[in-house]
């Protein structure tokens, strides 16, 4: 009898799954299209995951002309911004960032403009120099954001 009410239960956990477990993706034309096979973010429940941004211009797929530090950082948070829209969060909402830069020697002026978008209980942060990234960018980030 036991192995039955548990088999029964199993099953009712394993049929709930998928529903529960269902990943919504997250697109808008308002950020650049993804560059390869990956989405803008994904949302799971209450949690949103943001792939990486770079400083594209959403109207061309193309790199920004100014190619500062400071401009650049400026699009990718734009970048951000209009994906954490389409999905119904904010800016507030973003708890964890990853930020990938060429060169840390321009991190005082890349978290000047970070900043910036985050006034007031800025996420947590994890900043990191790459060899190389995308398309020969200065920053990319990646975000996380809860509810």
């Known amino acids: 009898m036991t192995r039955a009410i548990l088999a029964t239960c199993l099953a009712a956990v394993l049929a709930a799954l998928p529903a529960a477990a269902q990943d919504r993706v997250v697109a808008t034309r308002n950020a650049p299209e993804a560059i390869g096979p990956y989405s ?5 429940g209450n949690t ?3 792939a990486g941004q770079i400083a ?4 061309t797929n ?7 530090i400071e401009a650049e950082t400026r699009q990718v948070l734009e970048n951000l911004k ?3 829209e389409a999905a119904g ?12 830069m060429a060169d840390l020697n321009e991190f ?4 000047a403009v970070y900043g910036t978008y985050f006034p007031t209980n800025p996420p947590a942060r994890a900043t990191v120099q790459a060899a190389r990234l995308p398309r020969d960018v200065k920053v990319e980030i990646a975000a996380i954001a809860a509810r």
């Open 40 to 44: 803008q973010a994904i949302r799971v």
């Open 48 to 50: 949103l995951y943001l």
């Open 56 to 59: 594209l211009d959403p109207a």
């Open 62 to 68: 193309g790199m920004i002309a100014d190619r500062s």
């Open 82 to 84: 209009a994906v954490v």
């Open 89 to 100: 969060f904010t800016m507030a909402d973003i708890v964890s960032t990853t930020v990938f």
């Open 108 to 111: 005082g002026r890349m978290n």
